[in-house]
């Protein structure tokens, strides 16, 4: 079944337009809540979301939604991906309910939905969810006596605070680091700073004044320019940027160069693998991750399992081959011995044990590999438009592309799940190639897309 709705990480799009729109929230809620609905025990959905203007819109919908279906229903409000995957488990919730278009800007907004066990859920379980939201599921809503309730839970960010600091060795502090942490106006912006201060470290925050309308603006893991001048200015240790829902994380040295979600997974893995605690031989990255990162784990006897872009296809390459490390070049990082799905907070804390176990500077420990050459560039296209990959110039470039970089790169061209771009990325030894063939697909792609 073709998906309409669900791409590589829920239902994403402008808000207030299909199909992030109060009437699809609606809906998508009452196929959800009939799907999970099972046994003659009270139902429970857990509901998070980031800073966004139209979070209210959505949170409301979806409310209804699920109490019209017998389904109480407990509000979190702002609160970071990973923690209402970790509130759904330890809650017992059928359902949890994430409001966020992560690292998008403002005018998006999305909806991720955690079964049970808290984990994203399977593209089948969402085909099914699809096909429930194409019928008409009025017969289901459950009789006027036996509506949901809703409520808050106003403890709930504490409750996270103390799930993040538990993955902090014991023993250790954070004391004599100074830390700035960028927490994109989003849904991290009161729990990150308090970790970090918590656990002894000085911080500097920053964009962590949410106004519904600045999340993700010029700051956060995409936008790194300002936390690389303020870890410089306030000669920090270490620069942490989250992005607007906090399951992605982005480092900068203490020299303000950035490091990427690659070279944190490589630090994390050289550690764990020296330590013993590194679960089945290997680690699980994205057919992004750069191949410097492949060939390092390589020379540690590590394995690499690549897997389709997005995260939930990492975990569940995770837990097919017994794996506790996995992410995205993107910083993504997802920590199984501690949480489901990525948890930029917590991948942080782990980078910041290493650093303070091994005594090394951050520009020293975060570049354990020379990455090759890569180059991404996207495409916007119109809803109006041919699909460009679909264009017989546009498959002629790739044609050339894979040509020119055979036995010496690779080449790698996708339509985002989230957003209407098509991304172009290549990779390999020769610089100029890599740029060269990157522009001349991107001229294509650029123009059939008009």
């Known amino acids: 079944?073709?998906?309409?709705?669900?791409?590589?990480?829920?239902?994403?799009?402008?808000?207030?337009?299909?199909?992030?729109?109060?009437?699809?929230?609606?809906?998508?809620?009452?196929?959800?809540?009939?799907?999970?609905?099972?046994?003659?025990?009270?139902?429970?959905?857990?509901?998070?979301?980031?800073?966004?203007?139209?979070?209210?819109?959505?949170?409301?919908?979806?409310?209804?939604?699920?109490?019209?279906?017998?389904?109480?229903?407990?509000?979190?409000?702002?609160?970071?991906?990973?923690?209402?995957?970790?509130?759904?488990?330890?809650?017992?919730?059928?359902?949890?309910?994430?409001?966020?278009?992560?690292?998008?800007?403002?005018?998006?907004?999305?909806?991720?939905?955690?079964?049970?066990?808290?984990?994203?859920?399977?593209?089948?379980?969402?085909?099914?969810?699809?096909?429930?939201?194409?019928?008409?599921?009025?017969?289901?809503?459950?009789?006027?006596?036996?509506?949901?309730?809703?409520?808050?839970?106003?403890?709930?960010?504490?409750?996270?605070?103390?799930?993040?600091?538990?993955?902090?060795?014991?023993?250790?502090?954070?004391?004599?680091l100074k830390v700035v942490i960028d927490c994109a106006h989003g849904a991290a912006y009161k729990v990150a700073p308090t970790v970090l201060w918590e656990l002894g470290a000085e911080v500097v925050a920053i964009a962590n004044e949410p106004n519904g309308t600045n999340i993700n603006a010029g700051c956060g893991a995409v936008h790194t320019e300002k936390l690389c001048q303020t870890v410089i200015r306030e000669k920090a240790d270490l620069g942490i940027a989250l992005d607007g829902d906090a399951d992605r994380v982005i480092v900068a040295d203490e020299t303000g160069a950035v490091i990427d979600g690659d070279q944190l997974m490589a630090l994390i893995a050289a550690d764990w693998r020296a330590t013993e605690r590194l679960a089945g031989g290997g680690i699980a990255a994205t057919v992004m991750s750069n191949l410097g990162l492949e060939r390092y784990l390589q020379g540690l006897g590590i394995a690499l399992y690549r897997t389709p872009v997005g995260d939930r296809y990492v975990v569940e390459a995770m837990r097919r081959f017994g794996l506790n490390l996995g992410g995205e070049q993107s910083g993504h990082i997802v920590l199984s011995d501690f949480a489901t799905t990525g948890d930029g907070l917590i991948a942080a804390l782990q980078v910041l044990a290493v650093l303070r176990k091994s005594g090394r500077a951050a520009s020293e420990a975060g570049r354990a590999f020379a990455p090759l050459p890569q180059m991404l560039k996207n495409v916007r296209f119109g809803a109006g438009t041919q699909p460009p990959l679909d264009q017989q110039s546009v498959k002629a470039a790739i044609a050339a592309g894979e040509a020119a970089l055979d036995g010496c790169g690779r080449l790698l061209i996708r339509k985002s799940g989230t957003e209407p771009l098509i991304r172009v990325m290549a990779e390999g030894e020769d610089e100029a190639l890599v740029a060269r063939v990157v522009d001349d697909i991107v001229a294509a792609v650029e123009a059939v897309a008009r």
């Open 1 to 176: 079944m073709t998906r309409k709705f669900f791409g590589t990480d829920g239902v994403r799009g402008l808000a207030n337009a299909e199909p992030i729109t109060a009437m699809t929230a609606l809906k998508l809620a009452l196929a959800a809540g009939a799907h999970f609905r099972r046994g003659r025990h009270r139902h429970r959905v857990i509901i998070g979301k980031d800073t966004r203007l139209s979070g209210y819109m959505l949170e409301t919908a979806l409310t209804s939604g699920f109490l019209s279906m017998g389904m109480d229903v407990m509000l979190l409000g702002p609160l970071p991906t990973p923690a209402v995957a970790m509130l759904t488990r330890s809650m017992r919730a059928d359902i949890g309910v994430m409001i966020s278009a992560s690292h998008n800007p403002y005018e998006d907004n999305g909806i991720k939905l955690f079964g049970p066990d808290g984990y994203k859920l399977s593209d089948e379980i969402e085909a099914e969810i699809e096909a429930r939201m194409a019928a008409d599921e009025v017969q289901n809503l459950a009789p006027s006596a036996q509506l949901g309730r809703a409520k808050r839970i106003d403890d709930a960010p504490g409750r996270y605070m103390e799930f993040v600091k538990a993955s902090f060795p014991k023993g250790l502090s954070l004391e004599g």
